[in-house]
């Protein structure tokens, strides 16, 4: 998953997520999916929208939000203005948002509401899932003295796993140079974390958010104010 920002948009592919399933439930025959009455409306988590063109589908998912006029229904009475005088509506419509939570192209999700996509795909689940294959990786594991602190420090913080997520994928624990580098900087720009002879890491919950940064290659150095700062993304330039 490709993060710009904590407050930009997210692109992840599609295979990475449960999608697929939703898809397939959406492109059976109109048919067979048809609302009756709105009571099949009720307690809805969300809406698509699909948009076809030259062959190609746009998905476009929303989260439904208290304020939605079905969810609502029952608690108050639809009335219109005519005439200077207020007149009961009978017709119980819903309202579309203007905004979307994420749209699906193909194999590419564009995320505009990290929370909402989290929910509505279980994507919290996935950052889990892959946290704990992650514990199990060898190579990973060999970084540390004991993983536990940081087993702890992430927990159920979908923000940390979100990290752990991006830390697996960039996989710079996995680059023998990359790591001797970062001993080297350490020592020389004082960061203050910790290696044992063997040059593993002991993790300690004071230095926990330096070594999430430095595996995410986040801490970077400005040539311009000769200053380091921790980035919320990195682009190559």
């Known amino acids: 998953m490709i993060q710009q920002n904590e407050v930009s948009c997210l692109h992840v592919g599609t ?15 109109a048919e067979e999916q048809r609302i009756r009455n709105d009571r099949d409306l009720a307690n809805l988590a969300g809406y698509l929208i699909h948009l076809r063109s030259d062959g190609r589908t746009l998905y476009c998912v929303k989260q439904v939000t208290n304020d939605w006029k079905t969810k609502k229904a029952r608690s108050v009475i639809n009335v219109v203005l005519r005439a200077h005088q207020l007149d009961l509506v009978d017709d119980r419509s819903f309202t579309i948002a203007r905004t979307l939570d994420f749209v699906v192209l193909e194999n590419d999700l564009l995320i505009l509401n990290k929370k909402a996509f989290e929910t509505l795909l279980s994507y919290k689940l996935e950052y889990a899932n892959s946290f704990s294959a992650l514990q199990g990786d060898n190579v990973f594991a060999r970084q540390f003295t004991s993983m ?15 990290r752990m997520a991006v830390i697996q994928q960039k996989a710079h624990y996995a680059d023998p140079a990359y790591m001797a580098r970062l001993r080297d900087i350490n020592t020389q720009e004082g960061w203050n974390l910790q290696f044992d002879a063997a040059g593993r890491i002991v993790a300690t919950e004071e230095t926990m958010k330096v070594i999430m940064q430095v595996l995410l290659n986040h801490r970077l150095y400005s040539r311009l104010s000769l200053t380091t700062f921790d980035v919320p993304s990195t682009s190559a330039v």
């Open 15 to 29: 295979d990475e997520t449960c999608f697929a399933d939703l898809a397939a439930l959406v492109d059976e025959p």
């Open 148 to 162: 536990q602190p940081l087993i702890e420090h992430v927990g159920t913080n979908t923000m940390h796993l979100r």
